[in-house]
């Protein structure tokens, strides 16, 4: 999917290119390693920058840090305090060793000195997913997606799955199918289905149960989805960065997870945190979809501009 983002996004060619495909998470961030401690060796950086909480942040961010490179994490300080999640163990380790902590939000910054990271290591900087949300917003106003699968402007649901414990445990998928049953009775509903996802369904012979107002999707690339979510009545997710995204759209987000990382959206943002219990996200559905709505507003620093005070940091530290 990277090729996608790359091509929609106008991103320059990468200088270099590791080739790690999907594997165990071991092995993933052990191939990563050896092949980015390649580039370290040629290349001879002052300062790696590795960015959220993928396997490849922690690989990269340990691979430099046994070289002597000075490391910043960007997203530092996120944390769902729910360690059966792998992004979480690397977003701890990273922020651990890493020199520069830029953060998001302000739960961040007392996370990060929760863990004793020093005050002059942590800068509050705001969230880059919202600079690339605003730079592309012109572009995400003429996408045609919404006309392409015959929806109306704010009169659909936008759901995504693909966390294990939502899509592994058989229950947990089955309840979900229930979930977007009942609620395509209401609205349509557009399910741009994960890899991982639509394995699962189709091992267990979920997908043939999901009635016709489901239209199911191919993942999407960016500029489509973004329009999507913008467009939607509704969003459904066990997404972390759709929270931020809904916030600063100001749409309605249900978010089925036991915790979040981005408390931000559900304390001001207009995200609420269902947990693992379908019902009760069935019934907070029915109620916005009712005019029950829950107003949000923007953090503070989501103004499309972190990446600017990244910069304007880092270029203080080495002129």
């Known amino acids: 999917m990277s090729k996608v983002f790359f091509d929609e996004l106008e991103l320059p ?3 270099f290119y590791l080739g790690i495909g ?30 959220g909480d993928v396997n490849s942040t922690i690989a990269c961010s340990l691979t430099a840090v046994k070289h002597g490179i000075k490391t910043a994490h960007v997203e530092a300080g996120l944390r769902s305090f729910d360690r059966t999640m792998p992004e979480e163990i690397n977003r701890i380790l990273t922020d651990s060793i890493s020199d520069y902590l830029f953060v998001s939000e302000p739960d961040g ?9 020093k005050e002059e290591e942590i800068i509050l900087v705001g969230n880059t997913m919202i600079d690339s949300l605003v730079n592309y917003l012109p572009v995400i106003e003429k996408s045609n997606i919404v006309l392409e699968l015959d929806l109306e402007n704010k009169n ?35 399910f741009p289905v994960h890899p991982r996802t639509k ?5 267990m012979g979920l997908d043939k149960l999901l009635k016709s107002n489901i239209i199911l999707t191919e993942p999407l690339g960016y500029i489509d989805f973004i329009s999507l979510i913008k467009n939607s009545a509704l969003v459904i997710t066990d997404s972390g960065g759709i929270q931020e995204e809904t916030t600063y759209l100001g749409i309605p987000c249900i978010t089925t997870r036991k915790t979040t990382e981005r408390p931000i959206t559900i304390e001001i943002g207009t995200n609420i945190l269902a947990g693992e219990d379908f019902d009760k996200a069935f019934m907070l559905a029915t109620d916005i979809l009712n005019g029950k709505v829950k107003r949000g507003k923007i953090p503070e620093l989501w103004d499309g ?5 990244i910069v304007e940091f880092l270029l203080h530290k080495y002129q």
């Open 13 to 15: 060619k990468p200088d």
């Open 199 to 203: 394995q699962k369904l189709a091992l």
């Open 22 to 51: 999907g594997r165990s998470h071991a092995e993933q961030t052990g191939k990563v390693m050896i092949e980015f401690e390649k580039v370290l060796i040629q290349e001879k950086p002052d300062l790696v920058i590795v960015v």
């Open 109 to 117: 910054v007392k996370n990060l000195r929760k863990e004793g990271k």
């Open 305 to 309: 501009k972190a990446s600017e005070r």
């Open 156 to 190: 659909y649901i936008l759901v995504t799955f693909h966390r294990p414990s939502n899509v592994d445990v058989e229950e947990n998928l089955k309840s979900i199918v229930e979930l977007l049953n009942g609620l395509s009775v209401y609205r349509k509903i557009v």
